[in-house]
């Protein structure tokens, strides 16, 4: 089987870290020993002690972590969704007039009362906003 250089070059990082299966360690020893340039390469980072990054195992205590950021922040969105659309609903709120049966006028209240039903509009669509952020920041894609 041949195998080329770039094909080795991806198996050596796995084998310095030990994730590497007996097969390509033995694949890459014998590689190794034909091209000796490429195994005194493979000898000073051995040496020095190399540590491939972007590690696929997460610790416990980032997992945790992880989990307990999400599991907040879903509280959070949730408790912003709700309070947001209340409070948009009661700024909105309107009255209709009923005299003999029919509906005689319908208007909203914000304009009678700007100041009492203003503040939790303007509070509910900040709510929104931000449960809105934080949907685009826990979204998967």
Known sequence: MDVTREVILDLIPLVLSGEASPASRALVDDYLKEHPDLADRVRILRAEGFAPTG???????????????????????MWLFGLGLALVSVGLSFRIDFRGGRVVE??????????????PLVVGLGFLIAYFVIRRRTSTR
């Open 55 to 77: 590690s696929s195992e997460l610790t416990p205590d980032l997992e945790l972590k992880s989990l307990r950021r999400t599991k907040r922040l879903l509280g959070l969105k």
């Open 106 to 119: 319908s208007r909203f209240l914000l304009s009678e009362h700007p100041l009492e039903l203003g503040i």
